[in-house]
Structures are given as structure tokens and as C-alpha cells.
């Protein structure tokens, strides 16, 4: 199958600063991806939409001036949590899409703990 | 994209058949079925997806009722390793909302 990196697989920050998360698509290019973010004992919550070329659409609740998303290239995209607050802490995961299927595969994860 | 309904958790002997149902009652009839797995502290990993007729591929087999408002997914014989969040999602091309799903308790 596909195969999803992320970097860094994780990160402790101090309060008030950024932290950018890559997602790469390793052997498939991926004109969309998807951020989902996930809490301790619950499910994938989906984020944005990420677009190669274009804007991200954010889901509704989520800050779009917060989550900066920026797709560089076709294996590419980037999460920046803007001045990070420990309500951030959390388990943040992307996912590709690879060729024209529906079929998501998705990066290992990366988990953000804000002191 | 359909709601959909699993158990919160189940239980199966190791080298036992796992059953995992899913009810997705509001299904439309282009919405594919798709399942995944999440290890802790892991991405999902695909399983098996399908419209209307059954599936099976290397790790699971998928069983769709005909009337596609529920699907069962099947792992043939269970290991200690197969223990997971299993989600069963209805997805039409466009994004993938994740439900609570099932918790597999994979047991010696």
C-alpha cells in the first residue's frame, strides 16, 4: 500500500510558540490531504482539507487563523499550530489519498504536548 | 456521508473468528464502505472497503447486507495483534468522518 510520513512523530513546545508537522506522501502524489487531530480516549476528528495549489477548507469549529495549512507540492503539506496553548496537546494525524480511489492512507501520527 | 452505528467493544479468542458489525441504515446508494484500524497510538490502517457486493483481500472479509444498511467485517482467525479500534465509515469521494467505532479485545 501507500505509505504516509510524518515529522516529528512528536513534540513539547512551551506555551505561545509554533509548531509545524509535515505530512509527506512517500510514493504517490496527493493533490488533497486531510488533518484530523484526536484526543485521549476518543475518535479522529477531521480539520481541514488540504489542496495542492489552492487554498484549505477548514471544518467548521476550527480556526483556520490557528491551523495554518499550506500544501508546498504534491507530496507535501504542512500543519502550523500557531501560538500553541497546552488545549493543542493532542495527537495530530494526516492522510493521502492516493491515486483517484477513495482509499485514505494515513501518516503515523504526530503528538504535540504544549507545556 | 452516512452515519454510522458499531458497538463500543468485543471480545475474541485468539485464532477465533472476529465479527465486527456495522449499521449504517442512511447509506446512499454511491456511498462506499469503508473500514480501518487504529492500534494505539497509531495511524489507522486501511482494511477493506466495498459497495454492494461482498469483499475479502488478505486481512479481512467484508459482508454487506443487500439491502447495504448494514456490514459485518470479518477477521478469519483473530491474533493478539489484531486487538484495535476497528471504524467502519460510509465515504462518497469526498471526506471521511470517523465514529466512535470498536474497540477488539483480542484474548489468549
Known amino acids: 500500500g501507500a505509505v504516509v510520513s510524518q515529522h516529528p512523530s512528536w513534540v513539547i513546545c512551551k506555551s505561545g510558540t509554533s509548531v509545524k508537522i509535515e505530512c509527506r506522501s512517500l510514493?504517490?502524489?496527493?493533490?488533497?490531504m486531510f488533518w484530523y487531530r484526536q484526543f485521549p480516549k476518543q475518535s479522529l476528528m477531521l480539520m481541514a482539507t488540504?489542496?495542492?495549489?489552492?487554498?484549505?477548507?477548514?471544518e467548521q469549529g476550527v480556526e483556520k487563523d490557528k491551523f495554518l495549512i499550506n500544501h508546498a507540492s504534491l507530496t507535501l503539506s504542512t500543519l502550523t499550530v500557531t501560538s500553541a496553548h497546552p488545549e493543542d496537546s493532542s495527537f495530530y494525524i494526516c492522510?493521502?489519498?492516493?491515486?483517484?480511489?477513495?482509499?485514505?492512507?494515513f501518516g503515523p501520527g504526530t503528538r504535540l504536548l504544549v507545556l | 456521508d452516512a452515519k454510522t452505528t458499531q458497538p463500543t467493544s468485543m471480545d475474541c479468542a485468539e485464532g477465533r473468528a472476529a465479527n465486527l458489525p456495522c449499521n449504517h441504515s442512511?447509506?446512499?446508494?454511491?456511498?462506499?464502505v469503508y473500514w480501518y484500524r487504529q492500534i494505539h497510538s497509531q495511524g489507522p490502517q486501511y482494511i477493506i472497503h466495498?459497495?454492494?457486493n461482498n469483499e475479502t483481500n488478505e486481512m479481512a472479509s467484508l459482508i454487506i447486507t443487500e439491502d447495504r444498511k448494514s456490514s459485518t467485517l470479518i477477521l478469519p482467525h483473530a491474533t493478539l495483534r489484531d486487538t484495535a479500534v476497528y471504524y467502519c465509515?460510509?465515504?462518497?469521494?469526498?471526506?471521511?468522518?470517523f465514529g466512535s467505532g470498536t474497540k477488539l479485545n483480542v484474548k489468549p
Open positions: 492522510s493521502a489519498p492516493q491515486g483517484g480511489g477513495g482509499t485514505q492512507y
Open positions: 510514493d504517490f502524489q496527493a493533490t488533497t
Open positions: 488540504s489542496n495542492e495549489g489552492s487554498k484549505a477548507t477548514y
Open positions: 442512511t447509506i446512499s446508494g454511491n456511498e462506499y
Open positions: 466495498g459497495l454492494k
Open positions: 465509515i460510509g465515504y462518497n469521494f469526498n471526506k471521511f468522518y
